[in-house]
């Protein structure tokens, strides 16, 4: 599972051969959640603060997480995305 992002305790990774849809899983102690790429839609059981940080960070990251998912898709490494922004 390679892990794309860290901040606040929360790891956000993308599986390299996984389902369509294009999503991210982001995991803390515990909880876990997946976020659709294309809408920001989520499902899972993860804290309500650590989840409006996460789909804050989606909606600032989405371009590079599209990116990183075609790369996943193309068999080429994921890039790392930088935590949010304060």
Known sequence: MPEISRFRGI??????????????HALQAGFAMSVSL?????????????????????RQRREALWQNWLRLRAGRPALPISPPEK
Request: charge should be positive.
């Open 38 to 58: 294309s809408d920001g839609a989520w499902s899972g059981r993860f804290p309500p603060a650590a989840r409006r940080r996460v789909l804050s960070w989606y």
């Open 11 to 24: 790891v956000i990774a993308m599986y390299f051969r996984e389902h369509e849809a294009a999503h991210f």
